[in-house]
């Protein structure tokens, strides 16, 4: 069901990168399959956007907004119980959000000179909430919660169509937009509702930042985009490593690594362990729970694809090291002493610590956000938070004084530099006043 990967008593390798589980698609290889989407929606706007949603989606319409009053209706048919479990994720984030939220920061670098590190929000913001074999109504919470604690003035959303709600998105999604009050709202899914993002279509404008996961071609769209568009991260096709020892409950492990597989076929489930007992535990209850599940087949091809797979290792300290190369989306903690080993990774969208902090907690209401860099990009990218919505902006306010003040060290730089006139700007003002 899936398969091991084993560097016990192997000299550790130049970088672990090379031999952890991977899916044999990456986001590289994508974006030349969506180029063409995403050309065709800046070119032709709305109509190819169209176009897309009948050949990817299934569905045929004239129009990509979702009307109000659907949004509405949606909420009022709301199952009460899933209302007030959307209600209570949408407060415990944004309680973390508003803790995390910064402050404009002034600085006095001297009398009257004075430099403001400004936070300033985003203009307008496009959030993607995927909708193909597991409609994320969670995802909604996840984008639009920071934006709005951010104070973002535009948002819009995009959900994929289906043809089994009237080529609207799933229920719940926009319910939840509903909930929310997101009225901007438009039936649009995968690489095409990114581009209608970055470029604009029809009555989209274009937004200055996209957010949100997706699958592979999502994250690959996203790629394709930067620079057009400000991005949070790569959020693609889900992942879960987990470090454990002889410690660790083998069922928690095997319904956790069941959870993400859950996801899609492409899902990618990672066991990194020093303790082969645990591993042969695993697999038995793998076994066990896979025929319990509503999506068994589903989750059977994402263990056993070349993405998923049990890593054995000498140690803990090997572990370390071979998950901090993985670089995980979700990486769970399953050792003795896991507050101290979760401290010593470096590279992980989200950690969760000790037996009673599963991946799922984090998909819906512990409070942190499950918008997550994928396919190693946690080295580099973090996850969605009030953070990403927020830029940065200097504002320098000197006096005459202070400006003569620095105005030496100003000439010599820009001589050491060549461009004379740059003190020359400095000189002038100070020339004219003396």
Same mark, same amino acid.
């Given at each position: 069901?899936?398969?091991?990967?084993?560097?016990?008593?192997?000299?550790?390798?130049?970088?672990?990168? $090379?031999?952890?589980?991977?899916?044999?698609?990456?986001?590289?290889?994508?974006?030349?399959?969506?180029?063409?989407?995403?050309?065709?929606?800046?070119?032709?706007?709305?109509?190819?956007?169209?176009?897309?949603?009948?050949?990817?989606?299934?569905?045929?319409?004239?129009?990509?907004?979702?009307?109000?009053? +659907?949004?509405?209706?949606?909420?009022?048919?709301?199952?009460?119980?899933?209302?007030?479990?959307?209600?209570?994720?949408?407060?415990?984030?944004?309680?973390?959000?508003?803790?995390?939220?910064?402050?404009?920061?002034?600085?006095?670098?001297?009398?009257?000179?004075?430099?403001?590190?400004?936070?300033?929000?985003?203009?307008?913001?496009?959030?993607?909430?995927?909708?193909?074999?597991?409609?994320?109504?969670?995802?909604?919470?996840?984008?639009?919660?920071?934006?709005?604690?951010?104070?973002?003035?535009?948002?819009?959303?995009?959900?994929?169509?289906?043809?089994?709600?009237?080529?609207?998105?799933?229920?719940?999604?926009?319910?939840?937009?509903?909930?929310?009050?997101?009225?901007?709202?438009?039936?649009?899914?995968?690489?095409?509702?990114?581009?209608?993002?970055?470029?604009?279509?029809?009555?989209?404008?274009?937004?200055?930042?996209?957010?949100?996961?997706?699958?592979?071609?999502?994250? +690959?769209?996203?790629?394709?985009?930067?620079?057009?568009?400000?991005?949070?991260?790569?959020?693609?096709?889900?992942?879960?490593?987990?470090?454990?020892?002889?410690?660790?409950?083998? +069922?928690?492990?095997?319904?956790?690594?069941?959870?993400?597989?859950?996801?899609?076929?492409?899902? $990618?489930?990672?066991?990194?362990?020093? %303790?082969?007992?645990?591993?042969?535990?695993?697999?038995?209850?793998?076994?066990?729970?896979?025929?319990?599940?509503?999506?068994?087949?589903?989750?059977?091809?994402?263990?056993?694809?070349?993405?998923?797979?049990?890593?054995?290792?000498?140690?803990?300290?090997?572990?370390?090291?071979?998950?901090?190369?993985?670089?995980?989306?979700?990486?769970?903690?399953?050792?003795?002493?896991?507050?101290?080993?979760?401290?010593?990774?470096?590279?992980?969208?989200?950690?969760?610590?000790?037996?009673?902090?599963?991946?799922?907690?984090?998909?819906?209401?512990?409070?942190?956000?499950?918008?997550?860099?994928?396919?190693?990009?946690?080295?580099?990218?973090?996850?969605?938070?009030?953070? +990403?919505?927020?830029? %940065?902006?200097?504002?320098?306010?000197?006096?005459?004084?202070?400006?003569?003040?620095?105005?030496?060290?100003?000439?010599?730089?820009?001589?050491?530099?060549?461009?004379?006139?740059?003190?020359?700007?400095?000189?002038?003002?100070?020339?004219?006043?003396?």
């Amino acid at each position: 069901m899936i398969r091991r990967i084993d560097l016990r008593g192997a000299s550790a390798p130049a970088d672990y990168r $090379a031999v952890v589980p991977r899916a044999e698609l990456d986001v590289e290889a994508a974006t030349h399959l969506i180029r063409p989407v995403v050309e065709a929606v800046r070119t032709r706007g709305v109509e190819a956007v169209l176009e897309y949603g009948a050949q990817f989606d299934g569905v045929v319409a004239d129009d990509v907004v979702v009307p109000r009053e +659907a949004l509405q209706t949606a909420l009022d048919e709301l199952d009460r119980t899933v209302r007030s479990a959307l209600e209570e994720s949408v407060r415990r984030l944004r309680a973390t959000c508003e803790a995390e939220l910064e402050h404009d920061v002034t600085t006095e670098l001297a009398t009257g000179a004075v430099v403001t590190h400004r936070k300033v929000p985003m203009g307008r913001v496009g959030l993607y909430v995927p909708g193909g074999l597991a409609p994320l109504v969670s995802s909604v919470v996840m984008n639009v919660v920071p934006a709005q604690v951010a104070g973002v003035g535009s948002i819009a959303l995009a959900s994929p169509p289906q043809k089994d709600h009237g080529g609207l998105p799933e229920p719940t999604i926009m319910a939840a937009c509903a909930l929310l009050g997101v009225d901007e709202v438009y039936a649009v899914g995968g690489a095409q509702a990114i581009a209608m993002f970055g470029y604009g279509a029809g009555p989209c404008r274009p937004v200055d930042l996209v957010t949100g996961p997706g699958n592979i071609y999502v994250a +690959a769209a996203k790629r394709l985009l930067r620079g057009v568009v400000g991005i949070d991260s790569e959020a693609g096709t889900t992942e879960i490593a987990i470090l454990a020892d002889d410690t660790a409950d083998p +069922a928690y492990v095997a319904a956790d690594l069941i959870s993400q597989a859950e996801h899609d076929p492409a899902a $990618a489930s990672v066991l990194v362990t020093d %303790s082969e007992r645990l591993a042969d535990e695993v697999v038995v209850e793998l076994e066990k729970q896979v025929h319990e599940t509503r999506h068994t087949e589903r989750i059977s091809t994402a263990l056993g694809g070349q993405q998923s797979g049990i890593v054995l290792v000498d140690d803990v300290d090997q572990g370390v090291a071979v998950v901090d190369a993985y670089a995980a989306e979700h990486l769970e903690i399953h050792t003795r002493d896991a507050v101290a080993v979760a401290a010593r990774v470096r590279n992980a969208g989200a950690i969760f610590v000790g037996p009673y902090a599963p991946v799922s907690l984090g998909d819906y209401c512990a409070g942190s956000n499950h918008v997550l860099p994928t396919a190693g990009c946690a080295c580099h990218s973090s996850g969605l938070s009030v953070r +990403a919505f927020l830029k %940065s902006v200097h504002v320098v306010d000197y006096s005459r004084a202070a400006l003569a003040e620095v105005a030496g060290h100003v000439g010599v730089l820009a001589e050491a530099e060549d461009l004379p006139a740059h003190g020359r700007a400095v000189a002038i003002r100070l020339d004219e006043q003396s």
